[in-house]
């Protein structure tokens, strides 16, 4: 597993994570007392994840992607794998989290990762 470079500031991606999962407490352990985090590949597809977002943030998926659309808290800058990487974890915890790993792969455009994207300098997105 390869950890790549996000492009997102350190502030940006702290907010995500907080507004998707409220705190490090509020994300779902996994065996051996983890954590894990869904979040978008960097290198998936616009149009797959694009497709992704709407999916889980629609009526059949039930993620809360209201900090995400125009005049959310996490809206701005707008950026699709951000995006992606909060509505995919939103979904992923409401669907129980490391309970239900199967709940984080939305089409091969979403990855676990068991390092907090808050602390980590480059926000720990796949590729």
Known sequence: MVVAVSPLPLPLLLLLVRAAVGSAAGAVGASGGGQLWCVAKNNAEDGALQ???D???GPNGGADC???QQGGAC???Q???AHA???FNDYFLRSGGAASPAACDF???????????SK???GGILS
């Open 79 to 81: 950026d699709l794998l």
């Open 120 to 122: 980590h300098p480059r």
């Open 107 to 117: 089409s091969g455009a979403a990855a676990l990762i068991g390092l907090n994207p």
């Open 51 to 53: 497709s992704a977002i």
């Open 75 to 77: 809206y701005e800058p």
């Open 55 to 57: 999916w889980a943030c």
């Open 66 to 68: 209201r900090a995400i």
């Open 85 to 87: 990487s909060y509505a």
